[in-house]
């Protein structure tokens, strides 16, 4: 009998079940979704997209969200020199060694928007990639929000569209729907009001890739170098698996 087929076989079992847990739960998104998640396609090894990525979030985002799972000094692992973090990336008066945090004081920026912008590494690992991507391209002009702004995928959002200047404005075409027996409005796409700094929508797109590329590895900053180590590991115990049945092989052969 070959012990060693089924030491194999739950070997494949507890890989293929990891990998379908990380996809499948780890990766789901709420099925209540108002509208489809498109895909963020998040590539860690894009070290240029996550670079540009992190520039966006400091212009754009660090203002009202910190990353509490970052610090400064660890951007170097996405590319960024020490030079550039230092001249580049740290806005205050901060040093290297700390944590990416808002310049703006909570309390004051709960007053302003009703609800305290949230830590956004907490919000990468709470929420799936998508997810960000989606609500980054989903913003549109409301005048009867008080900030301006609505968001298709987040509904009477407290966050005003903080790219507005570089996407320009969307205003979105509603239509009626049926939907269990109650007429609603949906939104099926959007009339460009005025045009913003980038040209195309897909510039805009790219955009929003590169910022939730960067978040999604900043929610786990070690994520690249555990991977290696992970993929280390299984190489190991794959040798020593082959070099442990070349070895029950030697071992029999005389016995049989
Ligand atoms: C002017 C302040 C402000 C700026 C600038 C800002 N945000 Fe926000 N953001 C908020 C507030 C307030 C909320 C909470 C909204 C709510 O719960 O209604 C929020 C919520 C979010 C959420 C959803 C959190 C969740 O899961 O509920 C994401 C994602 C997000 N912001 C990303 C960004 C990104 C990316 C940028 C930069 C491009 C950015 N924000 C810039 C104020 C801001």
Known sequence: MKKWIYAFY????????????????????????????????VDMSDKESLQR????????????????????????????????????????????????????RREDAAKWFGVPPPDLSLVASARNPDWIY?????????????TGWNNALFPNVGMPHALWTEEGIKV?????????????????????????????????????HDVTNFLTWAS???????????FGVLAFLLILF???RQLSKNYWKDIH
């Open 242 to 244: 082959f070099l442990a």
């Open 53 to 104: 990525g992190a520039k966006v979030f400091r212009d754009y985002c660090l203002s009202c969200h910190g990353l509490s799972s970052v610090r400064y000094n660890q951007l170097v692992k996405i590319g960024i020199s020490e030079d550039d973090i230092k001249r580049q990336m740290i806005t205050n008066n901060g040093k290297a060694g700390d944590l990416m945090q808002v310049a703006s």
């Open 220 to 230: 786990e900053p070690d994520q690249l170098s555990r991977k290696y180590i992970g």
């Open 10 to 41: 739950a070997l494949m079992a507890v890989l293929v079940s990891a990998v379908a847990y990380d996809r499948f739960v780890v990766g789901t998104g709420g099925s209540h979704d108002p509208v489809p998640l498109q895909a963020a396609n």
């Open 134 to 146: 989606t609500y980054l391209i989903s913003f549109y002009r409301d005048d009867e929000r008080p």
């Open 172 to 208: 979105p075409k509603f239509v009626e729907k049926e939907e269990h027996g109650e007429k609603v409005k949906v939104i099926e796409g959007y009339d460009m009001q005025r045009a913003g700094l980038l040209e195309k929508p897909e510039d805009y797109q790219r955009m929003a």
